[in-house]
């Protein structure tokens, strides 16, 4: 329940009209004004409203990032921060309050003005003691209470403040024998809701002849800290150095008392309103009380408080830096974490403890799919200086292995060079540089170079003095060969990674290499064996708390078992490697249940996110979603198109079976559209998947064309499609015409849908509800578009549609 908000009826009311006429909105005011009750009683009933604290924020990428967490959105690789934003808010019911932002230190405001205009119906509350002066910006300035003047009755919302504070620590105001003391108290707090709370919490310490007459909130902290006995004192000023939400046992480690102590330290302070505490008992400062609280602080406070962070986070880290589960305690205090390390590496004398720390935590952090926080704190700890050089490589390469999900797949490849630097000092180079070898053929793996993948694997275990490596690369090399359907040679992986006797260390890697034994399976036709061993997959997979490695494998199961019961998880926060074969499995479900055009939709976003994220095999896939969803629409031409793109990838990426799911699929269009070589194309799939002992499942099998007795000789080289076989299959959908070649022949049939609508003056997100595609896809076609044509604006695509008509 929120505190009454006193004397504020009709500011709260201009409040309310200035968001019903306003997108975006500021309330400015001093510090403890009460900017945000006022905000938050006004919000209160209206819209979804997404909350973002930015009193610590400076800058800002920052806020955008911040912002986007709150709502359950973030970029894509590749993407602009602001253009995030603008398409998390657009469309969307919800007010965005940005709280206690500076917009002189993050200069904000261009950014939210830029935001608004590329939007329709987004909608911004700022509070803070300063405007930005944008065109959008509509302003609401809060003031202090009205204090009683002299002659005037005691009365009115500052006096019923006061009252009730004073009240509620359990003493009683007598407006008639106290006035006095009443008014000259009011007097020197200027009105400011937050002054006078502490003025009255002071007076129902001491008394209200003998409480202060303090003049700014820093004079009210600093009377409070000195009524507070010695211990409270020091928990005063030891929370405020933190720059976060803290729980018990953090702070119980900060103030070097047991956690019955810390809370009842706590729980005074909360009293006196000098801390706030949270629905899930975790402790906070208003941000003028922290900047004061921080100012008393001694270097002694700074150094125990260091201290005791890394005092705590030693004693809840993992002991070993490949063991950490999803359900790791420590996570609900991450921000602890973060600070303990970051501060312990800063230190020249203790950054061993820091980058021991970082590394320590990464498998907790990893298996929860937390890349983001990863690569922050990874990069930071490298940013503080070299550490010891084995650490400084594994930290380094870890860094790259989340840089690549947060990022993009080729994005962490810096890291990994910057490893190989570490490993050249370390006290055994070769070990390092081949782990770094392994995290390099998996990100191959992931954009669909199974090439060197392979390679890079290879060399891993050539590299490898002790085989301390070679579980993890021969994971790789069973998933590139069953990638490729050299079936028997991932069998055989398989079975020589996965260890006879059960051990703690990386179970990740026998899950998932039995999750590709199941797909094995699957690609077989051995159905029953497909589903129970990814079922046995996930069933353990949740006794060990490896979220990842369990999404991933139950992602495969709601594919095979419709009787499965998923887990609820929240797309938005996966990382990309996970969360797009997630949003495929739904677009597959979407398709199931009779809805193509969802569907449709869905597969375009994955194959957009996809292209930048580099995630190859995930592109083909979605490919192969898209264009079954757009035959089943009817929209054969945009079918057309998609299937020989995916088919181009596969022959690239060396995808045979993948590749055979392409050409049935193409075999039904050609069937459509009565074109003779329909036969040929099924022939053509068949011919890839007999070598193999594959069989057609999934969308393969909804193409029921009876193949021909044999595939086109020049279409293959042994088993495989030859170097010529993708020209010669697109040859089959682009008959020569007689019709002018245009500049806009370069652009793919969805590409051109794009631009026409871009010529009829639509915005993209007019355009994406036509197409029953996000605005993401939209903008992911024209910056296609604009690099096919070397233009880079909407009005010069318009012009050069007008002109090809």
């Avoid at 020249?348 to 820091?354: K, L, M, N, S, V």
């Avoid at 669909?448 to 891993?460: H, I, K, P, Q």
């Avoid at 998923?566 to 009779?594: C, F, I, M, N």
């Avoid at 993209?764 to 604009?786: G, K, N």
Wanted: hydrophobic share 45%; charged share 25%; proline share 5%.
């Amino acid at each position: 329940m929120l505190a009454p908000c006193l004397g504020r009826d009709d500011v709260q009311r201009a409040l309310g009209e200035a968001l019903d006429e306003s997108r975006w909105v500021t309330v400015v005011g001093p510090p403890g004004s009460g900017k945000t009750l006022l905000v938050r009683h006004t919000a209160a009933g209206r819209t979804a409203t997404s909350w973002v604290d930015a009193r610590n924020l400076r800058s800002i990428d920052d806020l955008l990032v911040a912002a986007l967490e709150s709502l359950d959105s973030e970029t894509a690789p590749g993407d602009s921060l602001a253009g995030a934003l603008g398409r998390a808010v657009d469309g969307r019911e919800c007010l965005l309050v940005l709280d206690g932002l500076d917009l002189d230190a993050t200069d904000a405001g261009p950014v939210l003005q830029s935001v608004l205009e590329a939007t329709s119906d987004a909608r911004v509350v700022v509070t803070s003691r300063t405007t930005a002066g944008e065109p959008y910006e509509s302003v609401v300035r809060v003031g202090p209470l009205p204090v009683p003047a002299s002659r005037a009755p005691l009365e009115g919302p500052a006096v019923d403040l006061f009252v009730r504070r004073v009240r509620a620590a359990g003493r009683q105001v007598d407006l008639a024998a106290q006035a006095h003391e009443v008014r000259r108290l009011l007097s020197a707090t200027g009105g400011l809701p937050l002054l006078i709370e502490q003025v009255a919490v002071q007076s129902a310490l001491v008394g209200l002849s003998n409480a202060m007459s303090t003049v700014s909130l820093d004079q009210a902290v600093d009377s409070a800290h000195d009524l507070l006995d010695p211990s409270s004192a020091t928990a005063l000023r030891r929370i405020g150095l933190l720059d976060f939400q803290v729980g018990l046992g953090v702070l119980a480690r900060v103030l070097d008392v047991t956690v019955p102590e810390a809370a009842e330290l706590a729980g005074d302070l909360v009293r006196r309103s000098l801390v706030e505490v949270d629905a899930h008992g975790r402790f906070d400062m208003l941000s003028p009380i922290r900047g004061r609280a921080r100012a008393l602080a001694t270097e002694d406070d700074v150094r125990a408080v260091r201290a005791g962070l890394v005092s705590w986070a030693e004693a809840h880290a993992p002991a070993h830096d490949n063991f950490g589960a999803a359900d790791a305690e420590w996570l609900q205090d991450l921000p602890a974490m973060r600070q303990a390390v970051l501060s312990a590496c800063a230190d020249p004398a203790t950054r061993a403890a820091g980058y021991s720390l970082a590394n320590r935590i990464f498998s907790s952090l990893y298996t929860s799919m937390r890349a983001r926080d990863a690569v922050e704190i990874l990069e930071g700890a490298l940013a503080s200086g070299d550490g010891p050089p084995g650490l400084g490589a594994q930290i380094a390469r870890r860094a790259g292995i989340a840089a690549s999900e947060v990022r993009g797949t080729y994005e962490g490849l810096w890291l990994l060079d910057r490893s190989d630097q570490h490993a050249s000092s370390a006290p055994r180079p070769e070990e390092q540089l081949a782990k770094t070898a392994s995290i390099r053929a998996e990100m191959h793996l992931d954009a669909g170079d199974l090439a060197s993948a392979e390679a890079e694997a290879r060399r891993a275990l050539s590299l490898d003095p002790d085989g301390s490596i070679s579980r993890q690369a021969t994971r790789t090399l069973a998933d590139v060969y069953a990638s490729q359907g050299r079936f028997a040679e991932a069998t055989q992986a398989a079975t020589e990674a996965i260890p006879a006797r059960t051990t703690s260390d990386e179970r990740w890697i026998d899950l998932s290499l039995r999750t590709v034994l199941a797909r094995i399976a699957l690609e077989q036709g051995r159905i029953a064996e497909a589903v129970a061993g990814t079922r046995a997959v996930v069933v353990e997979a949740r006794e060990l708390a490896e979220d990842r490695v369990g999404l991933l494998a139950e992602t495969m199961l709601r594919g095979l078992d419709p009787t499965w019961q998923p887990s609820e998880v929240v797309r938005e926060t996966l990382p990309w490697a996970v969360r797009l074969p997630v949003l495929a499995q739904d677009g597959r479900d979407l398709l199931v249940s009779g809805q193509p055009q969802l569907a449709a939709g869905l597969a375009a976003d994955v194959v957009a996110l996809a292209d930048s994220a580099r995630l190859g095999r995930d592109g083909v896939e979605a490919r192969l979603l898209l264009g079954r969803a757009l035959v089943e629409l009817g929209d054969l031409d945009q079918a057309t198109t998609t299937y020989l793109t995916a088919l181009d990838q596969c022959a690239t990426m060396r995808l045979p079976l993948r590749a055979a799911d392409v050409l049935d699929g193409l075999a039904g269009v050609a069937r459509a559209r009565e074109l003779p070589e329909a036969r040929a194309l099924a022939a053509a799939a068949f011919a890839l998947r007999t070598p193999r002992m594959a069989v057609r499942w999934g969308y393969s099998a909804d193409y029921a064309v009876v193949p021909a007795s044999r595939a086109p000789a020049e279409w293959f080289d042994g088993d495989d499609l030859s170097a010529g076989a993708v020209p010669l299959v697109t040859a089959i959908f682009h008959r020569p015409t007689s019709a002018p070649s245009s500049v806009l022949d370069a652009l793919t049939a969805a590409e051109r849908q794009v631009a026409e609508r871009v010529a009829h003056g639509l915005t993209s997100r007019q355009i994406a509800e036509e197409l029953f595609v996000s605005p993401r896809t939209v903008d992911a076609h024209l910056t296609h578009i604009y690099r096919k044509l070397d233009i880079n604006t909407r009005a010069r695509l318009a012009a050069l549609v007008v002109d090809s008509r």
